[in-house]
């Protein structure tokens, strides 16, 4: 705004210069062309006053004045442009291991202000009037205008010098092209983050990752719609694991939401919200747009093993009119404006004796509004919460605990089928040791099998009076509905019985009920969690857990134990 009324006066009087100095030549009995020549000539040196004439109207001699003024205002800011120029450069030039945000949108803006609490930033924006580039420049970001896409414009950006690079633009293709040409050609070693906001973008290129010429890859997609709804969903979770009878009984929710909002809310919810064994949660979608459920079901037809889905054309306000039977114990609104978003939580909080924390409207506002702060003022009341927070709170984990429990639960898994078989990991189906040697589908794998260890180490703590062995199994048959929610939400089927897997069709034969799996593969479920929980060998042999399960939990705690002291986990 500083720099837009500088701009405003500086119009202002060089207009005033023109007009003045034109009517004072006029006063002369210059005719108005040439009048209006002389008046343009204030703004130079030889100021429109015939040489040897001292005589000068009054007029004229504002007019004058004016114009050096103008002149004087123009050479300065464009002094002071220069200076801050040259001065970025040279921090750009002489900084290290900083973070480059490629972007500085909605996104970009929100990942600038978290980055830059833990170092410098440099934020590349191919538009200079982009509204957030003064403050973010007040905040001691570094600001380069050009295209993300040129690499003389990465160079300047200090790129080979990185430690990590965002690209958040507005276009999915743009954001992995920029990875892809840092990854090949500027900087091999920089952490990468690709932001792929499309689903079905995300799930054609997950597979199909090129691998540079060593066969690795360092490019991360992410997803700040996804990433914020798994977070909420997760905290909702998390409330529902410490109730035991909606551990029991299992959650139910309803989401009204825009369509390509809803289904990432759906993807979230399916898999972190198989808390209660064999027992599916119910979705209850209203405001459903007409083809809506059609194209769902035909994108994820195994969506149904674990979830009831109750599709509904009304509003929530409709679809659970008031003291018409028991609502849902979580309502999420998510509608494409906040007011709207607002107004319908409002009316279901309203209607409904739903605990507050459990009517979340969730808005699109950034904090630094302060927008959210200034709407919430009664004492009871449904809760706010923003998204936009939650998204790049997630999009910075690269040393998030996620991120590093990730990379145990891949230890743990690859260690334990090493144990079992010398030559694991030497053929084409199995999965690399290393962590980077992974791909990204698999990363996001770990990722959530690491977030849902959180939950069983939740459920654990507060089983209360309920035997061991039976809190045990039960998290063993969330785990696999768990599992199966992400297969599900990757569009894999079925592949019926004796049949083997397809990683190409994307059919799987063990989309079936726990009670329908052959021990050893019951014992994978166990072994996926068991480790977190830290039990000794006495108690779970107090228990009843068989030897091999039993020596499994101990093996993947060393194997746990080694990779939480190693500063890069699996590598």
């Known amino acids: 705004m500083k720099v837009d009324r500088q701009l405003i006066l500086l119009a202002v009087s060089s207009a005033l210069v023109l007009v003045l100095g034109t009517v004072a030549f006029l006063q002369d009995g210059t005719d108005l062309l040439t009048a209006a020549y002389k008046a343009v000539q204030l703004f130079s040196t030889n100021s429109g006053v015939p040489e ?7 007029l004229l001699e504002i007019s004058r004045w004016l114009a050096v003024g103008a002149v004087s205002a123009l050479v300065y800011a464009a002094a002071r442009a220069l200076l801050v120029h040259f001065r970025t450069t040279l921090r750009i030039a002489s900084s290290k291991g900083h973070a480059i945000v490629c972007g500085a949108g909605r996104r970009g803006d929100a990942l600038a202000r978290t980055l ?3 170092g410098s930033v440099v934020v590349i924006e191919i538009d200079e009037n982009s509204p957030s580039l003064g403050e ?10 050009g295209n993300a896409l040129d690499a003389a414009v990465l160079q300047s950006a200090g790129v080979t010098r990185a430690k990590s690079l965002f690209a958040v633009t507005g276009s999915d293709e743009k954001n992995l092209s920029i990875c892809t040409e840092v990854e090949d050609t500027l ?3 920089c952490e990468l983050s690709a932001g792929l906001e499309s689903w079905a973008w995300r799930a054609f290129i997950l597979d199909r990752m090129r691998s540079r010429s060593d066969g690795k890859s360092k490019i991360r997609l992410d997803s700040y719609l996804c990433r914020a709804t798994r977070g909420l969903m997760m905290e909702i979770a998390c409330k529902a694991a410490r109730e035991p009878d909606l551990r029991r009984r299992g959650v139910r929710i309803l989401i009204e939401a825009s369509a390509v909002r809803r289904q990432e809310l759906i993807r979230a919810a399916l898999v972190t919200l198989q808390i209660s064994g064999d027992k599916r949660p119910v979705l209850e979608l209203t405001s459903v747009e007409p083809g809506e ?3 769902f079901l035909d994108r994820f037809p195994e969506a149904g093993l674990v979830a009831e889905f109750r599709w509904h054309k009304q509003p929530a306000s409709q679809a659970f009119p008031e003291g018409n039977g028991k609502p849902p114990d979580f309502a999420v609104f998510d509608l494409d404006l906040d007011i709207e978003t607002l107004e319908a939580a409002e009316r279901f909080w309203m209607r409904h004796r739903t605990p507050d924390d459990h009517v979340i409207a969730c808005l699109d506002e950034d904090d630094q509004t302060g927008f959210l702060g200034s709407i919430k003022t009664r004492e009871r009341d449904f809760r706010v919460a923003n998204l936009m927070s939650f998204g790049v709170d997630s999009l910075t984990q690269f040393d998030d605990a996620v991120e590093r429990d990730a990379k145990i639960c891949h230890a743990v898994y690859f260690a334990s089928e090493k144990k079992k078989d010398p030559t694991y990991g030497s053929k084409s189906r199995d999965h690399p040791e290393h962590w980077a040697d992974l791909s990204e589908r698999y990363k996001d794998s770990n990722r959530l099998a690491a977030a849902q260890i959180k939950l069983a180490r939740l459920v654990w703590d507060t089983r209360g009076d309920t035997p061991g062995l039976e809190i045990l199994t039960h998290l063993a048959r969330s785990e696999h509905m768990r599992w199966m929610a992400e297969k599900a939400m990757d569009g894999w089927r079925w592949s019926g ?6 990683d190409d069709k ?7 009920p726990f009670s329908s799996l052959s021990n050893p593969s019951k014992d994978k479920d166990f072994d996926t969690f068991l480790w977190a929980l830290d039990l000794t060998r006495t108690y779970m042999e107090e228990l009843g857990l068989n030897s091999a399960t039993v020596e499994s939990a101990l093996f993947g705690q060393e194997v746990a ?6 500063t890069e986990p699996c590598s």
């Open 136 to 145: 973010l420049r007040n905040l001691g970001v570094f600001v380069v205008i």
């Open 293 to 295: 459920q059609v194209n």
């Open 506 to 512: 994307l059919k799987h034969p063990l989309l079936v």
């Open 561 to 566: 134990l080694r990779s939480r002291s190693s």
């Open 116 to 118: 830059i609490k833990n």
């Open 52 to 58: 040897g004439d001292a005589r000068a109207s009054p």
């Open 497 to 502: 019985p004796k049949s083997r897997r397809d």
């Open 187 to 189: 900087n091999r070693n």
